[in-house]
């Protein structure tokens, strides 16, 4: 499985971005597509992820400001993100988990780059 991130840049305080990751390879029809971001100094975090049913999870930190989405059909994933804070600077990463047990596998993007100025 491949996964190819897009959207990020340089965003002014109060702007909006849109992230795209687009998946290929062997994908199963019950999945789990999200982003997660670090920060310089930090760890990894969850901002929000969705299920192949439409099931999403934010983090609360982007609650009601950020908006996952996916096209099943295209195995894509989408991040709208509005009304950014400095705060939320960082590398995104799209991630996907597949597979049940021992089966599960996760599989990361190579990231892209979001940086809200001040």
């Known amino acids: 499985v491949q996964l190819v991130e897009s959207g990020g840049g340089l965003v002014q305080a109060g702007g909006s971005l849109t992230l795209s990751c687009a998946a290929s390879g062997t994908i199963f029809s019950t999945n789990t597509m999200g982003w997660h971001r670090q920060a310089p100094g930090k760890e990894r975090e969850l901002v929000a992820a969705?299920?192949?049913?439409?099931?999403?999870n934010y983090a609360d930190s982007v609650e009601g400001r950020f908006t996952i989405s996916r096209n099943n059909a295209k195995d894509t994933v989408f991040l709208q993100m509005n009304n950014l804070k400095p705060e939320d600077t960082g590398v995104y990463y799209c991630?996907?988990?597949?597979?049940?047990?021992?089966?599960?596998?996760?599989?990361w993007g190579q990231g892209t780059q979001v940086t809200v100025s001040s």
């Open positions: 969705i299920t192949n049913v439409v099931f999403t």
């Open positions: 991630n996907l988990e597949q597979g049940r047990f021992a089966g599960r596998r996760s599989y």
